[in-house]
């Protein structure tokens, strides 16, 4: 599964360390590794707080999208078509390849995965127990209750 290498771990912490990671995560989702061009938009049309990558227990996660028989996710796949992705970037993942951070929302206490829920459910088919996650949220507040309760209470934060 190795992608466009502008999209790498190692990419977004360097945003990161520039104050950059709205423009890597908008160019990210806007890309062929991505192909969410939606929320890249939506992104865009006002600015948010953001931190990250950091690394994140996969069990604080929240996965939105899946296979539609699940009957519950918000965004649903075809079974088929996620598996089959879902399985070839574990075996990736397993001849390792580091895929790009996550992106989640941090709402009502909740860490929702906006992208990456295929990255997320090869890592935990992996048997990883941690996945790298850049964060947003809409408020300065918000991401400062993030940073000191919940994940790395040393992470830099910072708004685009």
Do not use: K
Not at 49 to 77: I, K, N, Y
Not at 133 to 152: G, K, N, Q
Request: aromatic share 8%; with cysteine; proline share 8%.
């Amino acid at each position: 599964m190795p992608g466009d290498r502008r999209f790498s771990l190692a990419s977004a912490f360097a945003a990161a360390r520039s104050d950059q990671v709205a423009g890597w995560v908008g160019e990210f989702l806007a890309s062929r590794g991505s192909d969410n061009a939606i929320l890249a938009a939506a992104l865009a049309q006002r600015p948010h707080f953001w931190t990250g990558p950091l690394q994140v227990p996969v069990e604080e996660l929240v996965r939105l999208a899946g296979p539609d028989d699940e009957g519950d996710v918000l965004c649903p796949v075809e079974p088929e078509e996620w598996e089959d992705d879902v399985e070839a970037m574990e075996d990736s993942i397993e001849e390792g390849w580091e895929p790009p951070p996550l992106l989640a929302e941090y709402e009502d206490d909740q860490l929702l995965l906006q992208d990456g829920n295929h990255r997320y459910e090869a890592l935990l088919r992996a048997g990883e127990s941690h996945a790298w996650v850049i964060v947003y949220c809409d408020d300065p507040a918000t991401l400062e209750r993030l940073r000191l309760t919940r994940v790395c209470p040393d992470a830099p934060a910072g708004t685009q």
